[in-house]
T-cell receptor, first 115, second 113 residues
Framework: DAGVIQSPRHEVTEMGQEVTLRCKPISGHDYLFWYRQTMMRGLELLIYFNNNVPIDDSGMPEDRFSAKMPNASFSTLKIQPSEPRDSAVYFC?????????????FGEGSWLTVV | AQTVTQSQPEMSVQEAETVTLSCTYDTSESDYYLFWYKQPPSRQMILVIRQEAYKQQNATENRFSVNFQKAAKSFSLKISDSQLGDAAMYFCAYSSGTYKYIFGTGTRLKVLA
């Protein structure tokens, strides 16, 4: 079975440019999560969706970040304008609620470098 | 608020030996889930093992097992017969019914040949 698929794997962009990260969750999963990982802050939950609806976006750092999930098989995380401090690995993850709790499965991550 | 603490930033183990990684957590919930994830240099987060708090029995997955002490709020990971491919960052994680995961800061495991 295909896992969570993220693109691009690596992105280097200049400060001020728009960055769009993409995610395809595992088919049938009803939760989708966006995480950011940095050395300083570790793994941070940015936002999560349930059945394509954003449930909690309290982790989104500021208005420059936005996330959408137009359908069950696709989500985007957009940064506009990007800044050097946005450099991090961004993970998408998905899970299926199975009555009691859940296990989330991560994609391979998108390495973002803003210069 | 729930917290997850991994007090060992780095551990080393000789190939074929056994190593235990520590994790403690704090919560007022009675029903929750605990996980260990492995992150190799490729950076992908790979689920190693999962424990449900309502289960008394410790979870095992091949060479990986946990020692879950609910009263002590402790959740350690034991890796038996360590292999070079086990070298990675290991993250302990907590999740309750909110579906939010809380991750520890990680333990870097080095496996010595």
């Amino acid at each position: 079975d295909a896992g969570v698929i993220q693109s691009p794997r690596h992105e280097v962009t200049e400060m001020g440019q728009e960055v769009t990260l993409r995610c395809k969750p595992i088919s049938g999963h009803d939760y989708l999560f966006w995480y950011r990982q940095t050395m300083m802050r570790g793994l941070e939950l940015l936002i999560y969706f349930n059945n394509n609806v954003p449930i909690d976006d309290s982790g989104m750092p500021e208005d420059r970040f936005s996330a959408k999930m137009p359908n069950a098989s696709f989500s985007t995380l957009k940064i506009q304008p990007s800044e050097p401090r946005d450099s991090a690995v961004y993970f998408c993850a998905s899970s299926l609620r199975t009555g009691r709790g859940n296990t989330i499965y991560f994609g391979e991550g998108s390495w973002l470098t803003v210069v | 608020a729930q917290t997850v603490t991994q007090s060992q930033p780095e551990m080393s183990v000789q190939e074929a030996e056994t190593v235990t990684l520590s994790c403690t957590y704090d919560t007022s919930e009675s029903d929750y889930y605990l996980f260990w994830y492995k992150q190799p240099p490729s950076r992908q987060m790979i689920l190693v093992i999962r424990q449900e708090a309502y289960k008394q029995q410790n979870a095992t997955e091949n060479r990986f097992s946990v020692n879950f002490q609910k009263a002590a709020k402790s959740f350690s990971l034991k890796i038996s017969d360590s292999q070079l491919g086990d070298a990675a960052m290991y993250f302990c994680a907590y999740s309750s019914g909110t579906y939010k995961y809380i991750f520890g800061t990680g333990t870097r495991l080095k496996v010595l040949a």
